[in-house]
C-alpha cells in the first residue's frame, strides 16, 4: 500500500491567469517546479505523485513528462475537492495524503517532509499544516499589507503541545505590551498559516462529508470546519530559511516575481 499519496490540484482555467501551471518560471514550467518539489520532500518514504486536473492540455503536458495525471470534474470548487475526486479515482488508501496547490512553485520541499514527520510521529491527528513563526519585520509587512487586502494572509493560534486552536484572517492573538518583547526576541509571537495541508485518509473524507461550518463561511477558511467538528490540527512548525517572503503565483506579475528569486538564492 501506498503510504503518502501527494495530489497536485492543478486548473487550467483559473479566471485570473488562465494556463496558469504550465506558464514558465525560469524557463520551467510551474507545474514541473511543484512536481519537483513533491519528489523532494517525499523521496524519504514510500510515495506517489499525481497531478490532478480538469484540462487536456495539462494531462497532455504531463504524459509527454512522464507524470501520473488524473482528469477530474471542471466543477471541482477547491483544490481540496479535486483531492478527493481523485483519490476516489485511483481507488487506494494511503495512510496520508498531501495536497500540494499545482500554483506555488515557491514551497520548499523541505515543508512537505515537515508534514510527513509531523504525522509519523502522531498519527491521531486528522491534519497537519503548516505555520511560519514570523519575525518582527514580517509581523509589521503583513500588517501594512492587511490595510489594503485585509483577507490576504492567515494567522493561527495553538495550544503547548502544537494543536491548532483557531485560524483567522485577522491577526491573533493581540499582542500586549509589545514594546517589551520585541526587545526581548527576534521572533514575534505571531504565527502565519501555510496552505499546504496533510490529510490523514479517514479525516479526509469525514471532512468532505460534513457541512460548510458557521466560521468557516464567515472567515473564508475550510480548515476551521476540522476545528468546529472537534477535529485535530496539527501545527508543523517550517522556516523558508533564505526563501521568506515568497508565496504562490497568482498573476503573470507573479511569474517575473518567483523567477527573479529563483535567479537570487538559487534553486531548491
Known amino acids: 500500500m501506498v503510504k503518502t499519496l501527494v495530489v497536485i490540484p492543478a486548473r487550467y482555467g483559473s479566471s485570473r491567469f488562465p494556463g496558469k501551471p504550465l506558464a514558465k518560471i525560469a524557463g520551467k514550467e510551474m507545474l514541473l517546479r511543484v512536481v519537483d518539489i513533491a519528489k523532494k520532500g517525499t523521496k524519504n518514504t514510500d510515495a506517489r505523485i499525481v497531478v490532478a ?47 500540494l496547490q499545482g500554483d506555488n512553485p515557491v ?5 512537505v517532509e515537515e508534514l510527513i514527520r509531523a504525522f509519523e510521529s502522531d498519527k491521531t491527528v486528522d491534519l497537519v499544516t503548516p505555520c511560519v513563526e514570523l519575525s518582527w519585520e514580517a509581523l509589521d509587512k503583513l500588517r501594512e499589507s492587511k490595510k489594503t487586502t485585509p483577507f490576504s494572509g492567515t494567522t493561527c493560534v495553538a495550544d503547548k503541545n502544537g494543536y491548532a486552536l483557531w485560524f ?77 517572503g ?23
Open 246 to 268: 515568497m508565496s504562490g503565483v497568482d498573476s503573470p506579475e507573479d511569474v517575473a516575481r518567483a523567477g527573479a528569486l529563483f535567479a537570487k538564492y538559487g534553486e531548491f
Open 107 to 111: 514551497c520548499p520541499p523541505w515543508f
Open 53 to 99: 486536473t480538469e484540462d487536456e492540455r495539462i494531462d497532455n503536458f504531463c504524459k509527454a513528462h512522464d507524470v501520473e495525471c488524473l482528469m477530474t470534474s471542471d466543477a471541482c470548487k477547491t483544490g481540496s475537492d479535486r483531492v478527493c475526486e481523485a483519490v476516489k479515482k485511483l481507488g487506494i488508501q494511503p495512510e496520508l495524503v498531501i495536497n
Open 168 to 244: 483567522s484572517k485577522n491577526i491573533i492573538p493581540a499582542i500586549r505590551k509589545e514594546a517589551d518583547l520585541r526587545e526581548k526576541s527576534e521572533k514575534s509571537p505571531i504565527l502565519r498559516h501555510i496552505g499546504l495541508y496533510a490529510y490523514k485518509y479517514d479525516s479526509l473524507f469525514k471532512f468532505k462529508g460534513l457541512e460548510e461550518s458557521c466560521y468557516e463561511k464567515l472567515e473564508g477558511l475550510e480548515q476551521l470546519r476540522f476545528l468546529e467538528n472537534g477535529m485535530k490540527i496539527k501545527i508543523a512548525k517550517v522556516d523558508y530559511g533564505s526563501f521568506e
